[in-house]
C-alpha cells in the first residue's frame, strides 16, 4: 500500500552507498534558493553533523538565511530610510539575523559552538608564569 503525506526525516536522508552515514536531503517543501542553502551547508559538514532530527531546525536556518538575503537586498536597492521612515525590510533582516545566530549555534555551524571548551584554553598562554616555573632567586 502507498503512504501519502508527509516524508519521514528518515526517509529524506540520502542511502549509503560507500559505507559513510547518509545525508540529509533538502524536502520538497524548499524554494530554490532555500535548497541551494541547505545542500551547500550539508555538503560542507561532515557526513555525520547531521542527524534526521536536526532536519527541523536546518529548514528553519535555511529559511532565514534565504528571507536574510532578500531582506538585505531590498535594503541595497530601495535604502534603509523610505520617505523619512526606517524600511521595514530593517525588522525582517534583524530578526532573520537573530534566527541566523541562534540556529547556527544550536546546528554546531558557528566557530566559537564547534570550539571544544575543554580545550580551548590549553593552547593560550598564561598571564603569569606557573608557579613550578619560578626561578629562585
Given at each position: 500500500?502507498r503512504q ?15 559505507g ?7 524536502p ?24 534526521p532530527?536536526?532536519?527541523?531546525l ?7 538565511l ?5 531582506a ?6 530601495e ?16 530578526k ?5 545566530v ?10 566559537q559552538?564547534?570550539?571544544?571548551p575543554k580545550?580551548?584554553t590549553?593552547n ?6 606557573k ?7
Amino acid at each position: 500500500m502507498r503512504q501519502r503525506g508527509r516524508k519521514s526525516a528518515d526517509n529524506l536522508a540520502t542511502p549509503i552507498v560507500d559505507g559513510s552515514p547518509p545525508r540529509l536531503d533538502a524536502p520538497p517543501t524548499l524554494t530554490d534558493p532555500e535548497r541551494t542553502l541547505f545542500v551547500q551547508i550539508v555538503e560542507a559538514c561532515a557526513p555525520t553533523h547531521f542527524v534526521p532530527s536536526d532536519l527541523p531546525l536546518l529548514i528553519r536556518y535555511v529559511e532565514a538565511l534565504a528571507l536574510a538575503d532578500k531582506a538585505a537586498g531590498h535594503l541595497h536597492t530601495e535604502g534603509a530610510v523610505i520617505n523619512g521612515k526606517p524600511s521595514p525590510w530593517l525588522v525582517v533582516l534583524e530578526k532573520c539575523q537573530r534566527a541566523v545566530v541562534a540556529l547556527s549555534m544550536r546546528l554546531r555551524l558557528s566557530p566559537q559552538s564547534r570550539a571544544d571548551p575543554k580545550t580551548l584554553t590549553r593552547n593560550q598562554p598564561l598571564p603569569f608564569p606557573k608557579p613550578w616555573e619560578k626561578h629562585a632567586g
